[in-house]
Structures are given as structure tokens and as C-alpha cells.
């Protein structure tokens, strides 16, 4: 079992910066692909980006790429997404999640994934 926190939303102007944070407690959380979506109200959940057990690679939705980054320390069971240059269409409830179930190319998929935390809400002003 997998248990995720996410914090670090809240409410910023278009062109700000935000950080969120997902600390990871129960399995081993370096044998855990992970992974950031987000959903806005009305709309089904979508994926953002994602991250492989070392950190060593990461995949990013056509939306965010080049504005995110998506991080992870294993030695402090915690994953970052900065989110730079935020718009007003990256308003959601962004959500971490862990352990791929499936292939990569299925990880843009939210049936992908095993564990997910709470969500925290990002809103950014015009």
C-alpha cells in the first residue's frame, strides 16, 4: 500500500510559478513510476507528466512542455511539479499518483495507475 499527500496549490496570476509537492509513504518509493494529473471541473481527469523510478526520464503533456518540471528525491519520498508560466487553462485539482499497472505507452491513461493522493487545487487568475 501507497499512501500520497499532495500540497503546494493555491491561487497565483497568469505568469506566476507554483510548486507542489507529493510525499509518498507505505512501499518502496523508488520501485514507483509516478505521475501528476490534473482535472478542471466539468472535464475528465488528464495526465501531465510523469517520471520513471530513477528520475532518470520523464514525459510531459504537449500542454505544459517547456512551462513543468517534474522531479523526485527517492531518499525523501517526495515529487515535485514546478509549474512556470501558469495560465489560466491550468486551472484543476492536480493529483500525484504512483505505480504504472500497465505499459508506458498506457501511462497517459488514469486507469494506468495504482495509488493516488487527494489532489490539490491550482487556480490561476487572469
Known amino acids: 500500500q501507497v499512501q500520497l499527500v499532495e500540497s503546494g496549490g493555491g491561487l497565483v496570476q497568469a505568469g506566476g510559478s507554483l510548486r507542489l509537492s507529493c510525499v509518498a509513504s507505505?512501499?518502496?518509493?523508488?520501485?514507483?513510476?509516478m505521475t501528476w494529473f490534473r482535472q478542471a471541473p466539468g472535464k475528465e481527469r488528464e495526465f501531465v507528466t510523469a517520471i520513471s523510478r530513477s528520475g532518470s526520464s520523464t514525459y510531459y503533456a504537449d500542454s505544459v512542455k517547456g512551462r513543468f518540471t517534474i522531479s523526485r528525491d527517492n531518499a525523501r519520498f517526495t515529487m515535485w511539479l514546478q509549474m512556470n508560466s501558469l495560465k489560466p487553462e491550468d486551472t484543476a485539482v492536480y493529483y500525484c499518483a504512483a505505480e504504472l499497472m500497465t505499459t508506458i505507452t498506457a501511462q497517459t491513461s488514469p486507469a494506468s495507475w495504482k495509488y493516488w493522493g487527494q489532489g490539490t487545487q491550482v487556480t490561476v487568475s487572469s
Open positions: 507505505g512501499r518502496t518509493f523508488s520501485n514507483s513510476r
